[in-house]
């Protein structure tokens, strides 16, 4: 399965290289609305650090979503993916994946060569 089959029938705002910290008002560039489906792909570029995802949460009430954490990079472990995970959950606003547990090719310990899997890992929690 390929990507583009994956995402028919979806709006995508996509901004590579960014962290959780920029989205607090990117997040409005998204149009997102209550009712959407939403799947958030934050953290990876925040290994290092605990980014508060509740501003971005706020925005999300009312859809139906899924935030996908940072996957396992060897290299870079850091407070990311299991805060993430702690603030996320405690919110319910969406459905957190956490990435960790999703064995993914990362030919140079930070990005995934698997995007189409990495997505249809997370649109499976999306009902």
Request: charged share 30%.
């Amino acid at each position: 399965m390929r990507y583009t089959d994956l995402s028919k029938g979806m709006k995508i705002t996509c901004k590579g290289g960014t962290s959780t910290q920029q989205w607090h008002s990117k997040i409005d560039e998204a149009g997102v609305k209550p009712g959407d489906k939403v799947v958030v792909f934050l953290g990876s570029n925040d290994w290092y650090r605990k980014p508060d995802p509740k501003p971005i949460l706020a925005k999300l009430k009312g859809t139906t979503c899924v935030w996908v954490g940072p996957p396992d990079m060897p290299k870079h472990r850091g407070p990311a993916a299991d805060h993430l995970k702690k603030e996320v959950e405690a919110d319910g606003t969406c459905v957190f994946l956490d990435s960790r547990a999703v064995p993914l090719k990362l030919p140079d310990g930070v990005h995934t060569s698997e995007p189409g899997k990495w997505l249809s890992e997370a649109l499976k929690r999306l009902p």
